[in-house]
């Protein structure tokens, strides 16, 4: 449970429920829980305002969480200098505010989470492609029973920021909903994690003081293993050491 003095602010980047409904913002309610179970107060940053506006929010908490969920968009290929494949569904006002968001908080030396889209935007953001779909294979992808439930293997690095809240157990069981995955990896990130066809399933920063965490898979909904409440709780305790750090240099500036 949490144990900081600090309960540390986490914005969540939410776009429209593309194509379903345009005029509903989507957010899965386990992103909430699993940041709140974790000692967060989640904090919702929204399409509809514009980038000035995104950057003051960003620079008001304390850690930046961007997900993923059933039907999430996909990022506009344009990003990566590629045309867009039939399968490919779009919200550009979301990469807008995600790239912007990614920008600033890296830029302030923030924590960052993504999960599914948001490990893929972050990739994209940070100069990296994207598989824009996924063959069916030897991995169902795109699982067809609860996202409670576990479908395939993830292999970790040992020695990365994933295997340390599992324990340092290198092999664990996920969910799997999306139907793109990172191609070349961004400058500044590297993989940590696959599944068992070779398909990139985590990634971190290259550098080890930097918190900057993608996975493909949905932790949130696997709320119930130690792994990912670990995932979850190491992100939160980040962000409350990033505030605490600020709120130092602060008080000690001239």
Not at 15 to 40: H, I
Not at 159 to 175: D, F, I, K, M, T
Not at 242 to 254: D, I, V
Request: glycine share 10%; aromatic share 4%.
């Amino acid at each position: 449970m949490f144990d900081h003095p600090h309960r540390p602010l986490i914005g969540i980047t939410v776009g429209r429920d593309v194509p379903n409904r345009p005029s509903v913002l989507r957010l899965t309610e386990n992103y909430v829980r699993a940041l709140t179970s974790s000692g967060a107060i989640p904090v919702v940053i929204t399409t509809g305002i514009d980038t000035a506006a995104v950057r003051t929010l960003v620079e008001r908490v304390d850690g930046l969480l961007l997900p993923g969920g059933v039907d999430a968009p996909d990022p506009h290929p344009r990003h990566y200098s590629e045309e867009a494949q039939p399968t490919t569904v779009i919200d550009e006002d979301l990469d807008a505010l995600e790239i912007a968001a990614i920008a600033r908080a890296t830029g302030l030396g923030m924590p960052v989470l993504g999960v599914c889209r948001g490990c893929q935007i972050l990739n994209v953001a940070l100069g990296g492609s994207l598989i824009q779909h996924l063959e069916p294979g030897k991995v169902n992808h795109l699982q067809d029973i609860p996202l409670g439930l576990e479908t395939h293997e993830l292999r970790l690095e040992a020695g990365s920021r994933l295997a340390a809240p599992a324990g340092g157990e290198l092999l664990l069981r996920v969910n799997s909903l999306h139907h793109q995955a990172i191609a070349r990896t961004a400058p500044g990130l590297r993989v940590v994690g696959t599944s068992e066809d070779g398909v990139v399933e985590a990634v971190e920063s290259t550098d080890p003081d930097e918190w900057i965490v993608g996975v493909q898979y949905h932790p949130e909904e696997l709320m119930h293993r130690l792994a990912h409440r670990g995932l979850f709780a190491d992100f939160v305790a980040a962000c409350a050491r990033y505030t605490a750090a600020r709120t130092t240099e602060r008080n000690t500036s001239p």
